[in-house]
């Protein structure tokens, strides 16, 4: 069985601040990756995907992560937040079936002006 | 970039009443999901559908829950009876294709707050 981790449930960073979230994942097979970004009052919009080849991809937005198999995680960083960043942040992971998304429990992100 | 769209925003309901959820998923989109959030905790998936027919659903997707997507309009999640425990917030997603190597990408509406008393 597939399932997420993301450890944290709050981060507040201050504006202009570099970033990383936090995600570990398990799963047996070959992984497909995912953040998700919720800002307030507003369905869940896809911020970064991995699915295989170069470890490091890039997202929207300014992230970007890097996949490492031997850790089974997906941590997303940014080099300066901004105000605009502050939302909840979403992992998840997929069965190699029917696009099924295993979320984590959300990392609520506050960036403090 | 494209919208799926969720009616209503927030449900009361009665315990035992039958509640039904709308989804408008992005319009060229054939695959659609619905995900359960319990206020504090993760995301969980329900059932996906395709075609006309569920194709994988959860031990949460129970036998009161159904789903449906008559020609073509709303997809639908339909709750009958409700019971207290199904108070969440509901989430709708489409997605254009599935499966392989090219994962396509889900795109979820702002979700139905259902409260059921």
């Known amino acids: 069985a597939q399932s997420v981790t993301q450890p944290d449930a709050r981060v507040t960073v201050s504006q202009g601040a570099s970033l990383q979230l936090r995600c570990k994942y398990s799963?047996?097979?070959?992984?497909?990756l995912f953040w998700y970004v919720q800002y307030p009052r507003q369905g869940l919009q896809l911020l970064l995907k991995?699915?295989?080849?170069?470890?490091v991809v890039q997202g929207v937005n300014g992230f970007e992560a890097e996949f490492s198999k031997s850790n089974s995680s997906f941590h997303p960083r940014k080099a300066s937040v901004h105000w605009s960043d502050s939302a909840v942040y979403f992992c998840?992971?997929?069965?190699?079936?029917?696009?099924?998304?295993?979320f984590g429990s959300g990392t609520k992100l506050t960036v403090e002006p | 970039g494209p919208k799926v769209l969720q009616i209503p925003s927030h449900q009361i309901i009665d315990m035992g009443q039958m509640v039904t959820l709308n989804c408008d998923p992005v319009?060229?989109?054939?695959?659609f999901y619905w995900y359960k959030q319990i206020l504090g905790q993760q995301m969980e998936f329900l059932v996906n559908?395709?075609?006309?027919?569920?194709?994988?659903k959860s031990k949460l997707f129970k036998d009161q829950f159904s789903v449906e997507r008559p020609d073509g309009s709303y997809f639908t999640l339909k709750i009958q009876p409700t019971a207290l425990e199904d108070s969440a917030v509901y989430f709708c997603?489409?997605?254009?294709?599935?499966?392989?190597?090219?994962?396509?990408?889900?795109?979820f509406g702002a979700g139905t707050r259902l409260s059921v008393l």
């Open positions: 997603a489409s997605s254009g294709d599935w499966g392989g190597a090219s994962q396509n990408t889900l795109y």
């Open positions: 799963y047996s097979g070959t992984p497909y």
């Open positions: 991995y699915y295989s080849g170069d470890p």
């Open positions: 998840a992971v997929s069965a190699t079936n029917y696009n099924v998304l295993y």
């Open positions: 319009s060229n989109h054939l695959y």
């Open positions: 559908f395709y075609n006309g027919k569920v194709m994988e």
